[in-house]
């Protein structure tokens, strides 16, 4: 083998791995849209872990839905700061977190409200609902 089929070989080596490297590239650009999905519903079966490990507290969180009073900001007179009062509020909080995180990442349809390029937040949901 002379000094030219050598470098030759190299040459066609080195093409042969960038042509693989593109093509795992490409293969793998498909795929990369699906990662936020499957985080996101790793985060849901954290919930459902969560309401298997710990029955009362989602007890407690399903007897407080029809509540319209403030729960967690009312007075420590009104809504004692038990045990029960600090997991019920990070269990929601976590609710709300996971949920807010959806929102994020979810694609509107062209023209409804949240399909502009810019990230649309808990905030300007509220904003556009008109509640806070």
Known sequence: ??????????????????MIGLLTYLLSRGLLPLTPSGKLWDRVYE????????????????????????????????VPRTRDFYQLKAFVYFHLNVFEEIFRRR???AGSPGSSSEATGTATFFARCGTR
Do not use: H, N
């Open 1 to 18: 083998m002379t000094q030219i089929e050598a470098t030759l070989l190299g040459v066609m080596i080195a093409t042969i791995a960038l």
């Open 47 to 78: 919930l459902d872990k969560l309401v298997l490990a710990y029955p009362d507290v989602f007890v407690r969180f399903m007897q407080e839905c029809p509540r319209t009073a403030p729960f967690f900001y009312a007075d420590p007179s009104v």
């Open 107 to 109: 694609r509107a349809p």
